[in-house]
């Protein structure tokens, strides 16, 4: 994708640099009213903490050094909440509904950041987008917050349950995997003790799904019944999150049925498995204990946190579209076949390359970070695993690693949950030195593969 230079004074910044630029500015200024006395229920956060729950929250990943529910206030919560919201949504996206409420200008700079934050290749129908991602957004989290405050009723008091509500649904949808349960349900609890209710995990399943597909996606399958057609892109997202879920939920469910599903009832299988094969791909919250789940199981997740969500999503990874590119090329090589062909419509090498590229890029961030976190916690291999995949893809999901983080390792799981939400493409955009033209080819030569 072409991107072209906004100039502020002599700095010529890219949208890839504004983007990023405008996550560090929020974490910072998260950080800061975390590390307030007034976000703490007991001794204020230390600086790191303040630092690692800001990130967490920013970029929408749910790993937690403190419980949410009882170490925060409720002013600490309700930062966190806006963090994740904006984070979710993207700065860029919040910046432009204030712009809109303004009845204010749309500009040609805002519009390219628009475009590179939604993951668009053209400004056409930018706004317009946009307009109808906020208006989706705050229906589906409304809609969620209704129907979790109404099921907290029955075991809180009524404004109690509203907040917990909103807060849940506003979390879960944005992919954050935050919540306050460690305050009726002990630090680090999660929804574990929801691990058999339909209404919470059945809303929970639609939240994360509904925020995962990403909002170009609803708003194609909202134009479905007047267009009477899909593009290639929710076509491909929708089959292969499809495709992701159901196989996840199968393995997990085969896997675990005579292990940890085994004292629950039918029906409360069948939800475990099928939320545990959906949260993996950015949610964060799990009925399941984690750390109790057999090693194959717990690497099942790890390669659905890898996969991550779709893109222009409030999810991570290197997203269903790449995973989806990259089958079809090995499918297509295979058969010996020239062309990437996908719903029939043939793929371009530069989508192809920019699909490996992200991969090849994402693998060795995450081997670095696992090696160099190998060194700094006292761990096995395989939770460390867990921990920097989780982080990268912006998941949430812990085996118990992230409260007992060094300082150097919370460090390295910062950097993660950065690169994981910003894109490893966007990052390396964002600092690569200016293009120069290159005046001369090399002659082709040949390498032996395989």
Known sequence: MKLANISFGRLRLTPPKILSLGFILLIAVGTILLYLPASSTGERLSFIDALFMATSATCVTGLAVVDTGTQLTVFGQVVLLVLFQFGGLGFVTMATLITLVLNKRISLKDRLLLQESMNQNSMQGIVKLIRRVLIYSLVIQLSGAAVFAARFMMEMPAGKAVYYGFFHSVSIFNNAGFDLFGDLHGPFSGITRFVEDPIVN????????????????????????????????????????????????????????????????AGGKIMASFLQAITPRSGGVTTIDIPLLRESTQFLMILLMFIGAAPGSTGGGIKVTTFAILVSTAVARLRKKEDIVMFRHRISKDTVYRAITMTLLSLMLIVIATMLLSVTESADFLTVLFEAVSAFGTSGITMGLTPELTTAGKLLVIILMFVGRTGPLTLAYALKPKKSKELYRYPEGNITIG
């Open 202 to 265: 059945i809303t929970s399943m639609l939240l994360i799904f509904l925020g995962g597909i990403g909002f170009i996606v609803l708003s194609d399958i909202i134009d479905f019944p007047k267009r009477k057609r899909l593009t290639l892109h929710s076509k491909v997202v929708l089959s292969t999150s499809a495709a992701l879920i159901l196989i996840g939920a199968l393995i997990f469910f085969w896997l675990e049925l005579n292990s940890t599903l085994k004292p629950l009832h």
